[in-house]
């Protein structure tokens, strides 16, 4: 995927390097000027459709998205399933909402570790991560004022092998944090509307 | 699933209505009236293991967490996938990170409404929620330093149909919200540390 012809081709050579770790560098790069000379081609909107099936289980469709300009279908109509484990009362038809929160954390920061070290030119090996979070369920039974209803912490641990020093590698992490989109919102909270029709 | 014999089984008949909407009922009160009385059963950590696979693809692995006092396995090894759509130069062979926060927030508002409503003793026959989540690219993009990273504002619509007055409906989406650990996680952000092992 990489070569000379590629490099050629990227409207940046210093700044792009090949294709790497699979990561489409420079149209990463390309795309990336684009924005920069039509900030509107910026603004994107994510949706899903989610349908209650029984119980706890709980089905959601992504499918379409906005942005660039356009409108967007992936490849696929994903779905995700999610339910409450037996101990919960649950029948466990799927992961619970919350562990969906810590698989987003991680998709985020991995994709972000893998298109920086592709953007610097650093052949990675394998990166694994191993997410924790910390929930008093007596929030959300209603057993406690005390207690919030949502995660009280939340842990990440990476493990980055790549051919670079480790000093590097440490600062692929750091920046794949600095440049997260579920990190931040996770982190600082986003303003959320709800409403409902009957 | 209903019946005299399930309401006597239950330890709080009044309290506990019979299984209602796929909602074990009676075991949901049993296990709050057992989580009043052991506040420390109420400590669970969820758990994820993220693996890079290629590009901006990663899988996640929700398999074990530990709750009311004793670790647990899921029924069986859930895995997700998430990338990068096309348009931002990922193979799109999953949703995005960002869309399984949608999914996330679908997910625990909905099976609240399914529990909500099996406790108050009304049946549901459709619960449909649509999801968007805005966002400005610039911030991950390094283009803009006024720019967030992660959701500018996300919006939730639910059409809830079932055997209750508007009212009541729309109280039961009102308690959703209230006990929601998503919603609260993702309005009011989470404390994140992340190390990296390299």
Redesign the interface.
Known sequence: MSGPTAIVEAPSPKKAPAPL????TP??FA??DV??NQ?QL???????????L?????Q?V?SD?S??GGE?S??AA?T?N??????????????????????????????????IAAARGIT?H???????????????????KD???????????????GDAP?AK??EI??QA?A????????????????????
Chains 1, 2 share one sequence.
């Open positions: 770790n699979g990561v489409n149209g990463l795309t990336i924005v920069k900030p910026a603004a994107f909107q994510f949706r899903a459709k989610g349908d209650w029984n119980g706890t289980h709980v959601t992504m998205f942005g660039a967007h992936h490849k994903y995700a999610a339910d409450h484990p037996l101990v919960l009362c649950g029948d466990d038809r799927g992961p619970t909402p919350v562990e969906y929160l810590l698989h987003a954390l991680a998709a985020c920061l991995t994709a972000g570790i893998a298109n990675l394998s990166v694994t991560s191993s997410l924790e979070g910390d929930i008093d369920l007596r929030g959300i039974l209603g057993l406690s207690v919030r209803n949502g995660f009280s912490g939340m842990r990440v641990a990476f493990t980055v092998k480790d590698l440490q992490v750091q944090c440049r997260s989109a579920v990190l931040d919102s996770l982190r600082n909270g986003v303003p959320i509307s709800i409403q409902a029709n009957v």
